[in-house]
């Protein structure tokens, strides 16, 4: 099994601004994912991402300190206006960025019919969860890593990762999709707006907060999305995160609201074969990056090393949430 | 006179008891005025031992009665029993296969298919690339507006097939939401979702209907209804409608919308109709029109 892992996992970090990319690169990041400032990627938020001229510097800084900049062009072009997301893939690259991460079938054979020699990765958003889907991306379009849906369990991921010839990639840490990614419309039927065409999964702007009878109440567009009682942390009103009525009775049916912490499941997912590890929050803050960053290098650099992986006060980094292993753990499902 | 348009019937997306799902079948073959009908299990993989059997018999009662049988791939193959089913499905299929992931595309390339509404397709490019495989048409996802819709029939010139009937898929994720609403499992589910033949309700905290659960599925809480669109769509060049079949009907749904193709009855008769065979269920449309799917805009 050690002749599986021959060197240490990758670390692929988030960058929402520049500084958060300086802090990044210094933290210990081998790569960091940015994306450009409008609707082509899927992290759209305010105050977020890069201009072009920002992604320019923040290149040269990056490969200044030996680190590969991966640019997400990760939203599925609408029909009629593909030229925006075709300009992103050229611009990426053109730029000096050191993959692009692609969702779309039709925007990554463009990428690999005019730049043959770029290297392209498929987003966890195109969902491709399993060897046929993703020996058709890169037969058709020469992908060369596959970030995986969060369906799958470690086992599972150690066949998935024999049964194909491209690199895997899995995220290990922060906000956690329940539902497969790029395959969720829930944004969209409650707000008009979704991740695959707007880059957005429950848009701030739909969200409202009101104090009902002693109760604070947390709305998205008209869907009553939790109700809290006095003392009880209120979260953001992410759809499948929220208490429903079903059976007669309220919980948090699809998911409660936690994040994904895979720290433990390190070692398998080395051993599994996996290349990279992913660590989500692109719209985090720069401390909350710094720290993830370092807790989770030091993991992998126990992994390469053989020893076991650090204990951390995860409440901390995840900022007093709840943590869960997810589906790599076959009872989450 | 229609036109040329067709009616087709989706597979059923809800887990029905054999004997229900052979008389819903065999009903649908003598009655329904549809021309294709689409079979096969497209949610999960461990519902397909105790069909299987009814869905060769049902495949020819349908074709017998002269309707064009497609089968329906799983949209979330993920698990190595799904990725077998997926194989035996494609091998096994006289007809028509609608792949409903990419994992199906890639095995279906080079004979002709179909493209299932759970395949992301919102835009030329995919659209081209997914034809020069062999697809002969697509139904598309069910977020994509009229507008852009149009924009890919343009664009593309490929058949189209566009769901106006039944509840609009929403998601789907690896974890059986029916199981684990009575703390259960997905390996232990003890097939909870034959209890919902119509999908779980799930309401929120304030009692007002937000979506339906059907095991790893998550569906709309009413049902989409496009009838007050068909003509634009036809104009458009949509060729097939899709009504997906619900706990209600379906002879009679399938009915009513014949008689709105043939210009028989308006969309407003038809709701009204509509509402009497479905009673209580909330129409939607608001994706069609570019907006947020759970809106009902027009009418």
């Not at chain 1, 991460?101 to 990765?121: Q, S, T, V």
């Not at chain 2, 993989?45 to 049902?58: D, I, N, T």
């Not at chain 2, 407003?268 to 509402?275: F, K």
Request: charged content about 25%; hydrophobic content about 45%; glycine content about 10%.
């Amino acid at each position: 099994m050690s002749a599986r892992m021959p060197e240490r996992l990758e670390l692929v970090c988030p960058a929402g601004t520049p500084a958060a990319l300086r802090v990044a690169v210094r933290a210990g990041a081998d790569s960091v994912y940015v994306g450009f400032r409008d609707e082509t990627n899927a992290r759209n938020f305010p105050g977020l991402n890069f201009s072009r001229e920002e992604l320019a510097e923040a290149v040269a800084f990056a490969h200044r300190h030996g680190v590969r900049v991966f640019v997400a062009v990760n939203t599925f072009p609408r029909a009629g206006e593909q030229e925006l997301w075709h300009r992103a893939v050229d611009d990426a690259l053109a730029l000096g960025a050191d993959a692009l991460i692609l969702a779309d079938l039709g925007l990554a054979c463009y990428a690999r019919r005019r730049h043959p020699e770029a290297r392209l990765h498929l987003s966890v958003q195109a969902s491709a969860a399993n060897p046929e889907a993703i020996a058709l991306f890169r037969e058709l379009a020469g992908i060369r890593r596959v970030v995986l849906p969060r369906v799958l369990t470690v086992g599972e991921i150690r066949a998935l990762t024999e049964a194909i010839d491209v690199e895997t990639e899995v995220f290990v840490l922060g906000g956690l999709c329940v539902m497969a990614e790029g395959r969720c419309l829930l944004s969209s039927y409650v707000t008009g707006r979704s991740p695959n065409m707007n880059g957005v999964c429950s848009p701030a702007e739909d969200v409202r907060y009101a104090e009902e009878e002693g109760m604070l109440v947390t709305r998205l567009g008209p869907v009553t999305v939790n109700r809290f009682g006095p003392g009880e942390p209120a979260g953001y009103p992410t759809l499948c995160k929220g208490r429903f009525l079903a059976c007669g009775r309220a919980s948090y049916l699809f998911e409660e609201p936690v994040s994904l912490s895979a720290l433990e499941v390190l070692p398998a997912l080395a051993r599994a074969g996996v290349r990279a590890v992913k660590i989500e929050g692109r719209q985090r803050g720069r401390a909350y990056i710094e720290k993830v960053i370092r807790t989770v290098r030091a993991a992998a650099e126990a992994v390469a090393a053989g020893r076991p992986v650090p204990a951390v006060d995860l409440h901390e980094l995840t900022e007093g949430g709840r943590e869960t292993v997810g589906a790599y753990d076959k009872r989450w499902r | 006179m229609s036109g040329g348009a067709r009616l087709s019937l989706g597979p059923v997306l809800h887990y029905w008891e054999p004997e229900r799902l052979r008389d819903f079948y065999l009903r649908i073959a003598d009655e329904a005025p549809v021309e294709i009908v689409h079979l096969g299990e497209v949610v999960c993989a461990k519902r397909l031992p105790f069909l299987g059997g009814v869905l060769a018999e049902a495949a020819e009662r349908l074709r017998a009665a002269g309707k064009e049988v497609v089968f329906s791939s799983l949209a979330l193959p993920g698990e190595p029993r799904d990725l077998a089913v997926l194989r035996d499905l494609v091998d096994a299929a006289e007809g028509l296969v609608e792949a409903n992931d990419f994992g199906a595309v890639r095995l279906l390339r080079g004979r002709p298919h179909t493209l299932g509404p759970y395949l992301n397709i919102y835009n030329e490019g995919t659209l081209s690339v997914l034809r020069e495989g062999g697809a002969v048409r697509f139904c598309p996802p069910p977020e994509l507006p009229g507008s852009a819709v149009a924009r890919l029939i343009a664009g593309v010139g490929i058949a189209c097939e566009l769901q106006i009937f039944g509840r609009i898929p929403l998601a789907l994720s690896a974890r059986c939401y029916h199981a684990r609403s009575r703390g259960r499992r997905k390996d232990n589910c003890q097939y909870a979702c034959g209890e919902d033949a119509d999908g779980m309700a799930v309401d929120t905290l304030d009692g007002q209907a937000f979506v339906a659960v059907n095991g790893i599925q998550t569906l709309s809480a009413g049902y989409l209804e496009l009838s007050a669109a068909v003509a634009a769509a036809r104009a458009a060049g949509v060729g097939i409608f899709r009504l997906v079949p619900q706990a209600v009907d379906m002879v009679a749904v399938a009915g009513l919308y014949r008689d709105l193709l043939d210009d028989r009855i308006a969309p407003a008769e038809l709701r009204a109709r509509l509402a009497e065979t479905a009673p209580g269920v909330a129409f939607l449309d608001g994706y069609w029109y570019g907006r947020a799917g759970m809106l009902r805009v027009a009418g």
